[in-house]
């Protein structure tokens, strides 16, 4: 397994006043790395752009519908360093006057979370106090939109990325365990991106 030590990202969860911080692994997966083949012969010229932007974030409820809070999270940059560390373990020729020119963009990023209980189970826990929220079984979900263009021999060809992970805990958005879903999944959701980027790759002979 790759990992990424160097300036970890961080998720910030603001509750009662104080904001909880929390490092993010990033790494690229061994699934990832075990189906990458290295390709020595193409000369790469390699762009990466990004509109997604690090900073406060609202998560949304489930079906994107209501919110659940806010985060501050670094996943535009998380991802750029993802891709292009991928790109440097599939492609040896990589030089900015590159025959092949190949470029992805960033375009959106979201996050859901919500109470798996019904209407009625919630009621109840409410009604119960105490510790009951501690005990709600919840779902986070990220979702990534990308673009991937590449420019070989004079043809273009396109690859449309959408990815989305999804993690199960038991507890409160604010709480510890909602904090290492969160980063599980974000980090689940980057993966499948270099996930789709190298099956692409494959598909066309690259």
Do not use: W
């Not at 160097?6 to 998720?11: A, K, N, Q």
């Not at 292009?84 to 979370?113: C, P, R, W």
């Not at 980063?183 to 991106?193: F, G, L």
């Amino acid at each position: 397994m790759k990992s990424f030590c160097g300036l970890l990202p961080v998720l910030c969860f603001g509750f009662m006043g104080r904001t909880t911080v929390i490092p993010v692994t990033s790494n690229i997966n061994d699934f990832v790395m075990m189906g990458l083949k290295t390709n020595k012969q193409d000369s790469v010229a390699f762009e990466v752009v990004s509109n997604i932007h690090d900073g406060e974030i609202t998560v949304a409820g489930k079906d994107g519908v209501g919110t659940t809070g806010k985060v501050t999270v670094t996943e535009g940059s998380v991802l750029q360093r993802m891709v292009n560390e991928y790109m440097t373990a599939k492609f040896t020729k990589m030089s900015e006057n590159g025959d092949v020119k190949v470029k992805i963009t960033l375009k959106d990023f979201s996050l859901q979370d919500y109470n798996t209980q019904s209407a009625g189970m919630q009621v109840l826990g409410s009604l119960a106090g105490g510790s009951a929220s501690y005990r709600q079984p919840r779902i986070i979900t990220a979702r990534i939109i990308a673009v991937l263009e590449i420019n070989r021999d004079g043809q273009e060809e396109t690859k449309n990325l959408v990815t989305s992970a999804e993690e199960n805990y038991v507890g409160q958005f604010t709480s510890e365990i909602s904090n290492k879903a969160v980063a599980d999944c974000i980090n689940s959701a980057n993966n499948k991106v270099l996930m789709q980027m190298n099956a692409f790759f494959e598909e066309i002979g690259m």
